[in-house]
């Protein structure tokens, strides 16, 4: 049974003064990751924190400064440690995601091939990142086609600063 809350909400109302997510690119940190298996290979989310400095932003126009403090999610990041023969390309993405967080892979050998670990969240938690944040739509369990919004693409943040941690365990303040 629920429990009343008095609020009555007039139907007819416009949502005009609702804020909606301008697509683009933020200053960002790294909050949580999420791995999953699936098939043998790994699916990788990683969240982000909208930074402070976005505060003062404005996207196409439209001043952008509530969405500091909110926490959006990446699509998925395959890795496949197998990979069939001339399928090595498949997790070119993963390295160059998780480089642009801050991962330092190393190299192999001196061919200049790349020894490629699984990350993990210590790796990367906390890190600056400019976070590419767009629209994505999916189809729901029930056959609805939805939207969401996304983090579609991680960059470097160069002069960004590494959050500490008590600033990832703090409350996010809305």
């Not at 009343?4 to 909400?9: I, K, Q, S």
């Not at 949502?15 to 997510?21: A, I, N, P, R």
């Not at 402070?52 to 952008?64: F, H, L, T």
Request: aromatic share 10%; hydrophobic share 30%; charged share 30%.
């Amino acid at each position: 049974m629920m429990k009343p809350t008095g609020l009555e909400l007039d139907a007819s109302i416009s949502d005009k003064g609702s804020q909606t997510v301008v697509p683009g690119v933020y200053p960002a940190h790294i909050t949580n990751l999420r791995t999953h298996e699936y098939n043998g290979s790994y699916v990788f989310n990683t969240s982000v924190r909208i930074a402070d400095e976005a505060k003062k932003m404005k996207v196409d126009g439209d001043n952008v400064g509530w969405m500091s403090g909110r926490e959006y999610v990446s699509k998925g990041i395959w890795l496949n440690p197998n990979p069939a023969e001339g399928q090595e390309w498949k997790n070119k993405r993963y390295l160059e995601w998780f480089t642009n967080c801050g991962v330092d892979f190393e190299s192999a050998n001196t061919d200049g091939n790349i020894k490629v670990d699984q990350v993990e969240e210590n790796d990367i938690l906390g890190k600056p990142i400019f976070a590419k944040l767009g629209k994505a739509t999916y189809t729901d369990r029930d056959g609805e086609e939805k939207q969401k919004v996304e983090v579609s693409a991680v960059l470097p943040w160069e002069d960004g600063k590494p959050l500490s941690e008590d600033e990832l365990n703090s409350d996010v303040p809305f």
